[in-house]
């Protein structure tokens, strides 16, 4: 009898070792489950083209931003990234994975349909809810101070316009309502992406759109920027905005870094950064390009924007990469980071596995359109060395980027020599294609 009791008390103990064995193990999974799952952290500056910002050849003015610069040692720079000529569609292309004739958001100011499905609430659908989301800072999709939580955003603070008329007076909307502000925009929206980061307790996503560098170019703090003395006076930033634009990509930069530094190293280490421009500098700022070949339009001044991602899951470092992607991609490649297993939806292809590996495969083409209030628009779409424009007017552009990036000359001119057979087959292959998109 003894015998039989001591049995059963090995068995008991036996089964209690093999029961806490398996949970350690289903913990530990949950344990790299959660290292695997990134927080995922997209700031959006606003206006900022190729010639304004570090890590690109194009521009011989460029600002003072050490933590972007130290993004692209530890990352990878994009250098043919498109995005829409004006930052309405751009925001509303990244939000849905779509181009913008899908969904009718074509240019400034129109109005995103709430039908359409958000990465955030994509994310929320299809991995259980298993990551917390914010919206800062710009939103331009729709006036309505409801839109962004209508589209599924959990927690949005900012302004649902297309700029401020002022970066030191404006209105901050936010889930609660809507208050009164007498703070520099940029370190505002900064202070709440601090609070809203501090406040998660697991994986995250913030959409961090910062309203600057968009007119109007108004001073920042000095102890933001590194542009001098300069007078705040409107007459004098007329006069000469570059600076004053510049200060205001400074701004941004000082921000993000004091961003950054809140964050523990555990949680910076866990989280993958990706710094875009939403489109084109303005033509008041541009440089090298051509000002009628700038934000607004379809010509690389419009639509070549900047694209840096470092951090979490990126195994290159101080690497550029030349593939084609379109900010449609950001969508599908978001989803996959956050662990639903897209890799392509709707118009958007993942480019995750760029983040590795240099030779992985990536689009074929780019696309990108801009409408105009009468309902007509300029189509564009590239390959590796070729890009074609089809105008409103029914005019024709080809480029051969490989040989000038800015441009020059239209070989479809008529003071241009007939189309070289090569010439020729690049042309044809960009219109097939691009009627493969549009029809």
Same mark, same amino acid.
């Given at each position: ?52 910002? *570090? ?85 331009? &999709? ?70 600057? *560098? ?9 102890? &933001? ?29 000082? +921000? ?25 500098? *303005? ?32 195994? @290159?470092?101080?690497?550029? +990469? ?13 989803? +996959? ?26 689009? +074929? ?16 779409? @590239? ?21 000038? *990036? &800015? ?11 007939? &189309? ?17 998109? @549009?029809?």
């Amino acid at each position: 009898m003894q015998i039989h009791k001591c049995l059963l008390a090995f068995l008991s103990l036996l089964l209690f070792c093999c029961t806490t064995d398996e949970n350690s193990g289903e913990n530990g999974s949950m344990e790299d489950s959660d290292a695997n799952s990134p927080n995922i952290l997209l700031i959006i500056a606003d206006d900022m083209g190729l010639d304004a910002s *570090p890590g690109y050849s194009v521009g011989t003015t460029k600002p003072n931003m050490p933590n972007l610069q130290d993004l692209i040692v530890k990352g990878i720079t994009f250098n043919n990234l498109w995005s829409y000529p004006t930052c309405t569609p751009t925001r509303a292309s990244i939000l849905t994975g779509k181009y913008g004739f899908r969904t009718n958001v074509m240019k400034v100011d129109d109005v995103l349909s709430t039908n359409e499905t958000s990465i955030q609430r994509f994310i929320d659908d299809n991995t259980n809810e298993a990551y917390n989301h914010a919206v800062i800072g710009k939103w331009h &999709l729709s006036r309505d101070v409801n839109h962004p939580m209508d589209m599924g955003v959990a927690h949005f603070s900012g302004f649902t316009g297309g700029g401020l008329a002022d970066y030191m007076d404006w209105n901050l909307v936010a889930n609660d309502g809507t208050t009164s502000i007498d703070e520099y925009s940029t370190t505002k929206f900064t202070d709440l992406a601090i609070d809203w980061v501090d406040a998660q307790s697991k994986p995250w996503f913030l959409w961090l759109a910062y309203n600057a *560098p968009h007119t109007p170019f108004h001073l920042p703090p000095s102890d &933001l920027h590194s542009q001098g003395d300069l007078p705040a006076d409107e007459a004098s930033i007329n006069a000469n905005p570059l600076p004053y634009y510049m200060a205001a990509l400074e701004a941004i930069d000082s +921000e993000m870094g004091r961003l950054f530094d809140s964050m523990s190293d555990e949680e910076l280490s866990n989280t993958i950064i990706i710094f875009v421009g939403d489109n084109g500098t *303005p033509g008041q700022v541009a440089q090298e390009y051509n000002n009628r070949r700038v934000k607004g339009k379809v010509y690389q001044g419009g639509v070549n924007v900047p694209m840096v991602i470092a951090g979490a899951q990126v195994g @290159r470092q101080s690497e550029s +990469e030349d593939a084609l992607i379109n900010t449609t991609d950001l969508f599908a490649t978001i989803a +996959e980071l956050s662990g639903t297993g897209t890799t392509m939806i709707n118009d958007s292809k993942s480019f995750k596995a760029l983040l590795t590996d240099a030779d992985a495969a990536s689009r +074929e083409f780019a696309y990108t359109e801009v409408g105009d209030d009468n309902g007509a628009s300029d189509y564009t779409i @590239r390959n590796a060395t070729h890009k074609y424009i089809r105008f409103a007017d029914g005019s024709e552009a080809l480029y051969d980027l490989s040989a000038n *990036p &800015l441009e020059q000359p239209n070989l479809l001119n008529a003071n241009q020599l007939p &189309l070289s057979e090569s010439n020729s087959l690049e042309m044809q292959k960009l219109i097939d294609e691009l009627n493969v998109i @549009r029809n």
